[in-house]
């Protein structure tokens, strides 16, 4: 697949976002640098990756929750929304509006063009057009082979004249056979620069030939310089798009595909192999759907919901309350314990809650730890987050087992959970709970980014 290994390191950070059991600020954060670290290594421009993970973070921090989503469904798609934009947005389609409807490929030596006329003469054949390809590069000796090559691969016609070294008379001896044609692809000569002498040659053939389209092959493999050929070749020769080639030969082609994505022509195409099967027409929105390989993330994201529904995590006061202690509620409470600072300070501060005999280990526990909780409640079922008196021997094994986590911290955990329970039944008791609950709904923010409500 191209960009395999973007692609590899975006579904591994998205990976995250399912098994967070919250989406905050911390998560957002960490998901930005992996974001950034995976499209630097792809060769995509710095300040771009910058302008692209800051609208990201600004999105998953302020944009109201549609009530279809999740947070956790919401923050997916403002990454794929924000990557498919970065590429284009929408794809950009060649209509074939005219009949003869005549395509000329212009671009440096050896970027694709002649390759890829072959290809394109494929890909509109397959679609029930009829094509021929023309021949007009007159300066490299093999040219006129290698097209006559190309087009029999493809299967379609091909006009040249191996000795005339004028576009001009080729082209005007091919135009009493045009009209047999739906699809012309003009095949032009390269050099190794955009020269002056370059873009006259191209001025003069778009003269006379005013093809529909002006298609721009550019090698992939110059990553991110694509952006300054891409935007001279559109201001001389007004290009009407581009082809990306070499996509499954570099590690550079994210570079190049942001960079020819702001460079004001839309890219229509990727050429992914030497055959002439490999090409993809390009859509921003399909192509960053697979990258991220939405299909496993539907099937993440799935998962992720039935381990925990963050709703259903969030109104921990009431519940406790209602003395229905679960692990989530455990683990939101070591949150908020963590926010508010040293729990014996708290403990001063709220009369009555002094005299209750608090286990020393729930109130210090390390960051790590959290960590390490987090993932075995995500590889829980919600059964079993709901009632953790579920969870025997063999379940321990399958949590640990799924989360990467060892059974012994999944069982510090439970007997966490246990000891958490008591306490609470212990506070239900007491006389000043209600006090308590106030200040600790004041003062505790919670992993979801909302207050802990207490009635
Ligand atoms: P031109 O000078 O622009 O006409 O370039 P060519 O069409 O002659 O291609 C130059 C070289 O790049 C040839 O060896 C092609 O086989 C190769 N090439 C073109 N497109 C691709 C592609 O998408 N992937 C790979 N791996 N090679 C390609
Ligand atoms: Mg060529």
Not at 75 to 94: D, Q, T
Request: hydrophobic fraction near 40%.
């Amino acid at each position: 697949m191209v960009l395999e290994k973007l692609g590899n390191n975006l579904k591994n950070t998205l990976s995250k976002i399912a098994k967070s059991v919250f989406v905050d600020e911390k998560l957002i954060n960490e998901l930005i640098k992996d974001i950034q670290k995976a499209l630097l290594q792809s060769d995509v421009n710095v300040k771009l990756v910058f302008e692209l993970t800051k609208k990201i973070k600004e999105r998953a921090l302020k944009e109201e929750l549609p009530s279809a989503l999740t947070k956790k469904e919401q923050l997916v798609n403002i990454v794929y929304e924000e990557l498919a934009n970065f590429l284009g947005g929408k794809a950009s389609k060649i209509e074939i509006s005219s009949k003869p409807y005549k395509i000329m490929m212009v671009g440096l030596f050896g970027s694709g063009k002649t390759t890829h006329c072959g290809k394109l003469a494929k890909y509109f054949t397959t679609r029930g057009h009829k094509v021929v390809l023309v021949g007009l590069d007159v300066h490299r000796p093999a040219a006129m082979d290698q097209i006559e090559q190309v087009a029999k691969q493809a299967k379609v016609p091909v006009f040249i004249d191996k000795k005339e070294k004028d576009v001009k008379k080729i082209w005007n001896s091919f135009k009493a056979h045009e009209k047999k044609y739906d699809i012309i692809l003009i095949d032009t000569a390269g050099r190794d620069a955009l020269s002056s002498d370059l873009i006259e040659e191209i001025e003069g053939v778009n003269e006379l030939i005013k093809p529909q389209e002006r298609l721009l092959v550019i090698s992939g493999d110059i990553g991110q310089a694509a952006q300054q050929q891409a935007e001279q070749f559109h201001k001389s020769c007004n290009i009407t798009g581009l082809i990306v080639t070499k996509m499954d030969s570099t590690a550079r082609g994210g570079g190049a595909l942001s960079a020819c994505s702001i460079s004001g022509a839309p890219i229509k195409f990727l050429g992914v192999g030497e055959k002439v099967d490999d090409l993809e027409s390009f859509n921003p929105e399909g192509f960053v759907g697979r990258l991220l390989g939405m299909g496993d993330i539907e099937a993440l994201l799935e998962k992720a919901k039935s381990a925990i529904s963050e709703e259903e995590a969030q109104d921990l006061g009431a519940r406790l309350l209602k003395g229905d202690f679960t692990l989530i509620d455990l683990y939101e409470q070591m949150i908020a314990m963590r926010k508010m600072g040293p729990l014996n300070k708290i403990v001063e501060m709220v009369p009555g809650f002094s005299q209750l005999k608090l286990p020393k280990e729930l109130l210090q526990v390390q960051e790590g730890k959290l960590d390490k909780w987090k993932y075995a409640m995500g590889s829980m079922t919600k059964k079993e987050l709901e009632d953790p008196t579920l969870i025997d021997a063999k379940r321990i094994d399958r949590i640990a087992k799924g989360s990467g986590v060892s059974a012994s911290d999944v069982k510090e955990l439970i007997k966490q959970y246990h000891q958490g329970k008591k306490m609470v039944k212990m506070m239900k008791g007491g006389k000043n709970m209600d006090k308590m609950m106030k200040r600790m709904g004041g003062m505790g923010n919670l992993g979801g980014g909302k207050q802990i409500k207490f009635k």
